[in-house]
């Protein structure tokens, strides 16, 4: 082997290296994980991925997927991330970030649940009905600590950015907020604890075409207090995920239904009618005439 291959090699290992010693893992098979949230409210976590899943809007073919699939390790924030933080937990308030010192252990965070979802019945797996049709994704992640080094005492951080907010703004409006209310812990009020992560993020106009994307990081920082809040302080970084789906029409978009057989047959009944059951001219305005009786020539 020559000096130049022998050179590209040790670039390789060093360059490809977190490809396969990355904290983050998929396991997708085995039976659902149960665990409770700080509020001891139960929940049920899948062990299931589905990349996509099409649906009907009229005519149209409509398309949720998973974007990224899979999804993507993060060591810490990323500069969209970053800037979300700097907003909304300012610095003058006492709230600082920064990586933490060690990387976590290899396979510490294990995505058991990746789905793309349309639904006639909203978030009826989680026990929610009547709500009408939407579109969205689950995500489900463990915390596996294996290493001495990996922190005990964690929270959940998730910034999420979409065109479409769930606070009562209209589609098309751009949303860049910290899940969970910028409270600032996901687990606070929401399906999670120190191990389990678990999110469902949903859009009811499934004829709208969405982006949505979370980047989620495990993190210490300041204790949650007894009355759910958390004095400002140093969040430290252990490292996160990017998530998220999106959807779109995909086929006979713009399309009108052809309709069907019962609708042609509404819109003719009149002219049936018409051609059926009214008297025909011949037999109109004239008296009856009686028969004639052959004569002669």
Aim: with cysteine; hydrophobic share 40%.
């Amino acid at each position: 082997m020559t000096w130049n291959a022998l050179s590209s090699c040790a670039v390789c290992l060093v360059a490809c290296a977190p490809l396969w010693t990355t904290p983050l893992a998929l396991d997708y098979e085995g039976d659902p994980k149960m665990f409770t949230d700080r509020h001891g409210r139960p929940w049920t976590m899948k062990q299931f991925h589905n990349p996509s899943q099409r649906y009907q809007v009229g005519a149209e073919t409509w398309e949720v997927w998973l974007d990224p699939d899979p999804p993507r390790y993060l060591r810490t924030l990323n500069q969209r991330s970053a800037d979300v933080f700097g907003a909304r937990l300012r610095e003058a308030d006492g709230w600082t970030w920064e990586p933490s010192n060690e990387e976590l252990e290899q396979h510490s965070l294990v995505v058991h649940w990746y789905e793309a979802v349309y639904e006639p019945d909203c978030l009826a797996f989680f026990g929610f009905r009547g709500a009408g049709e939407c579109v969205g994704a689950n995500f489900g992640v463990r915390y596996a600590r294996t290493g001495a080094n990996d922190p005990g005492q964690v929270h959940w951080l998730q910034f999420v950015f979409s065109n479409h907010p769930v606070d009562g703004r209209d589609h098309g409006e751009a949303e860049a907020v910290i899940d969970g209310h910028g409270i600032p812990y996901y687990d606070i009020v929401n399906p999670a604890n120190r191990t389990y992560f678990l999110d469902a993020p949903r859009r009811d106009d499934v004829a709208m075409a969405h982006h949505w994307k979370a980047f989620l990081f495990l993190v210490e920082g300041p204790p949650i207090q007894a009355d759910n809040t958390v004095a400002p302080g140093r969040i430290t970084i252990w490292g996160g995920i990017e998530w998220g789906w999106q959807n779109a029409c995909v086929a006979h978009c713009g399309e009108v239904p052809e309709p069907g057989t019962a609708v042609l047959f509404l819109l003719a009944l009149p002219w049936i009618l018409r051609r059926c059951c009214r008297p025909r001219a011949a037999e109109l305005g004239r008296p009856h005439e009686s028969p004639k009786h052959p004569g002669p020539n």
